[in-house]
């Protein structure tokens, strides 16, 4: 059974940083895609970033570019999300996904047959 667990959630300032981490658990993690989606109050879920089985390509979302930067370790079974720049549009509950269908750095949801619990993530303005 594959497992994904997030972290590094909190509370931030306007401008500040945080650096999420999911960490896969149960398959070969190192053939899947992963990627970062988010969900805001009241909003659908939408996709932040995504890279590829190597960590060699890398997807992100207009609105986060620039600022978010997605990178894993194969040797740890970890996926990490950088967010620098916050806004508090960037307000909500960040879930990591696996993919065993692609490997590579894919935007779409119905890709990732594996989603960790959710990790919330507040900016404050």
């Known amino acids: 059974q594959v497992q994904l667990v997030e972290s590094g959630g909190g509370l931030v300032q306007t401008g500040g940083s945080l650096r999420l981490s999911c960490t896969v658990s149960?398959?070969?993690?190192?053939?899947?895609?992963m990627g970062w989606f988010r969900q805001a109050p009241g909003k659908e879920r939408e996709f932040v970033a995504a890279i590829n089985y190597s960590g060699g390509r890398t997807k992100y979302a207009d609105s986060v570019k620039d600022r978010f930067t997605v990178s894993r370790d194969n040797a740890r079974s970890t996926v990490y999300l950088q967010m620098n720049s916050l806004k508090p549009e960037d307000t909500a509950v960040y879930y990591c996904?696996?993919?065993?269908?692609?490997?590579?750095?894919?935007?779409?949801?119905?890709?990732?047959?594996?989603w960790g619990q959710g990790t919330q993530v507040t900016v404050s303005s």
């Open positions: 149960g398959r070969t993690f190192s053939s899947y895609a």
């Open positions: 996904a696996g993919s065993s269908q692609t490997a590579v750095a894919d935007p779409r949801a119905v890709q990732y047959d594996y």
